[in-house]
């Protein structure tokens, strides 16, 4: 299993970024996907995820602001995010959840570290005042 994640890079507050995570060596369409963060002194935070049927999840903090897809044709996940502020500024990364086709009877119990099995080498993102 290989994730790769990239796209982020250094933005304004209020501007937006786009990142990538590209999945290889399994079956990318049977798997949901999950981002998380983490900044300098702090534990990884989750951010949301997309289930493997396209359902979508996402952290308080995040919400409205920040959507994730993906694309199964091209074993890609997706991270839009908008209206960026300096608190977003982190390491972003994606993860592959560890059982396939799994579904959460409540959203919130896939927001774990746990429940996901490989992660991306993480995408750093900052955002400026």
């Known amino acids: 299993v290989q994730l790769q994640a990239s796209g982020g890079g250094l933005v304004q507050a209020g501007g937006s970024l786009r990142l990538s995570c590209a999945a290889s060596g399994y079956g990318f369409n049977r798997y949901g996907m999950g981002w998380f963060r983490q900044a300098p002194g702090k534990e990884r935070e989750f951010v949301g995820r997309?289930?493997?049927?396209?359902?979508?999840y996402y952290a308080d903090a995040v919400k409205g602001r920040f959507t994730i897809s993906r694309d199964n044709a091209k074993n890609t996940v997706y991270l839009e995010m908008n209206n960026l502020a300096p608190e977003d500024t982190a390491v972003y990364y994606c993860?592959?959840?560890?059982?396939?086709?799994?579904?959460?009877?409540?959203?919130?119990?896939?927001?774990?570290?746990?429940?996901?099995?490989?992660w991306g080498q993480g995408t750093q993102v900052t955002v400026s005042s």
């Open positions: 993860a592959k959840d560890r059982r396939p086709e799994h579904g959460y009877s409540r959203p919130e119990l896939g927001a774990g570290v746990q429940e996901y099995g490989s």
């Open positions: 997309i289930s493997w049927r396209g359902r979508t």
